[in-house]
Nanobody, 128 residues
């Protein structure tokens, strides 16, 4: 089981920036093909379904961003720190949501849009 803890959320004005962090601990995916596994960000706004935001493979060889955030958000990882980040620029009010860090296979996250391990979430609020 992988434990995930997010941080970095907050209140920001439209057009502003935030950088979310997710620290991973516990059982890792060591010993398996690193690009077959991924860490990712999802978000869920009030009254809406959970939405995939971005994913990066453990080896860093694969990166994928949802169309709704492409060009504004950038996912990255630091393997030395077992951490993944989401740099969010040019934020819009419609980006307001609880952002969740997730970990699982690349296929599960990117194709099936689901994951075995989840963090507790961090609130991002963008005011107009």
């Amino acid at each position: 089981q992988v434990q995930l803890v997010e941080s970095g959320g907050g209140l920001v004005q439209a057009g502003g920036s935030l950088n979310l962090s997710c620290a991973a601990s516990g059982r890792t995916f060591s010993g398996r093909s690193s690009d077959a596994y991924a860490m990712a960000w999802f978000r869920q706004a009030p009254g809406k379904e959970r939405e995939f935001v971005a994913a990066v493979s453990l080896g860093g060889g694969r990166i994928y961003h949802a169309e709704s955030v492409k060009g504004r958000f950038t996912i990255s990882r630091d393997n030395a720190k077992d951490a993944v980040y989401l740099q969010m620029n040019t934020l819009k009010p419609e980006d307001t949501a609880v952002y969740y860090c997730a970990a699982d296979s690349w296929h599960s996250i990117v194709v099936l849009k689901r994951a075995k391990s989840w963090g507790q979430g961090t609130q991002v609020t963008v005011s107009s």
